[in-house]
C-alpha cells in the first residue's frame, strides 16, 4: 500500500514539468535573466566560492552585527 502511494507520489513529481503551462523563463524580466546568465558563466568559468569560503570571509562582520545592532549601528548589506 505505502510502495504504490510511493510510487504515485514520484510519478506526479516527474510529470510536473510537462504539465506545465509555460516556460518560467519566459516570466522572469530580462534582467534576471541577465543575472542568471552571468551566474552560469561565472560558474562555467570556476569563478564560484564555498560557503564556507563566504562564511569565512565575512565571519568578523557576521559576528559583530548583533553587538552593533544592539547599540543602534546596523551594517549596511554588502
Known sequence: MQDSYLLDLIQNII???SRSQSDWWKSI???EQASINRGLT???EGK???HDQ???KYEKYLNDAPRLKSRGIWLKQF
Open 29 to 31: 524580466s530580462k534582467e
Open 42 to 44: 561565472d560558474l562555467s
Open 15 to 17: 510529470d510536473i514539468p
Open 48 to 50: 564560484i566560492f564555498s
Open 54 to 56: 563566504i562564511m569565512n
